[in-house]
């Protein structure tokens, strides 16, 4: 009897010269991203502010590469965060931001992850912004003022930002890019054009 030996053993030539787990970690990224791709997801540092919706999204950035993540939320786990966000019933009672880091460093745990347990605001948004190449907003619509805060900042830094929230059963996002005229956090919000610098969009509404 034969022994058939199989002619797909070797490693692709293709893939980001790393013999360590990162390039194992993202092996099954090869059909939807190339390797140039990879290594730029790799290199981003991503600002997560906000770990409720943000959880599932910090989760899904992981996942797919990107391993210098700040994680931004001064609340704790509740029971009834269960059903949407990427906690266990064990994290009850603990900050979103420390069980969110332990849940991500249990996937990949060469990963590179800050904890930061306070609120975006004014007063820190352009340093949080500053140390991020991609900003995620998932802050509560209801907190107006940090959202507000960190769009802000990330139109002053010029740092990309997409913005995403649940609503009911659906969710809603949006994408500021440097180009933008107003952050979109003041136009979701219908707040007045003169309470930002730039110019309507080609619509004749705020941006």
Not at 7 to 32: C, E, H, I, S
Not at 55 to 64: G, K, Y
């Amino acid at each position: 009897m034969r022994t058939m030996h199989r002619k797909d053993t070797a490693m692709p030539k293709d893939l980001p010269a790393d013999p360590g787990p990162y390039r194992d970690f993202t092996l099954r990224n090869r059909g939807y991203i190339d390797p140039g791709g990879q290594e730029k997801i790799r290199a981003t540092r991503v600002l997560v502010a906000g770990c409720g919706l943000g959880s599932t999204i910090a989760e899904s950035l992981l996942r797919s590469g990107f391993v210098h993540l700040t994680l931004v939320d001064h609340d704790t786990v509740a029971a009834h965060n269960m059903n949407r966000q990427a906690y266990g019933r064990g994290d009850v009672g603990r900050r979103k931001v420390d069980a969110l880091r332990d849940r991500l460093l249990a996937i990949f745990p060469e990963a590179e992850i800050a904890a930061v347990a306070r609120r975006v605001s004014a007063e820190n948004a352009a340093t949080l912004v500053g140390n991020a190449d991609l900003v995620m907003d998932t802050i509560d619509f209801l907190s107006l003022p940090d959202l507000i805060a960190l769009h802000d900042a990330a139109r002053k830094a010029q740092t990309p930002l997409l913005s995403c929230l649940s609503a009911g059963g659906g969710r809603w996002g949006s994408i500021s890019l440097p180009m933008d005229h107003a952050p979109p956090g003041r136009s979701s919000a219908s707040l007045p054009p003169d309470l930002w610098t730039g110019r309507p969009t080609r619509s004749g509404s705020p941006g």
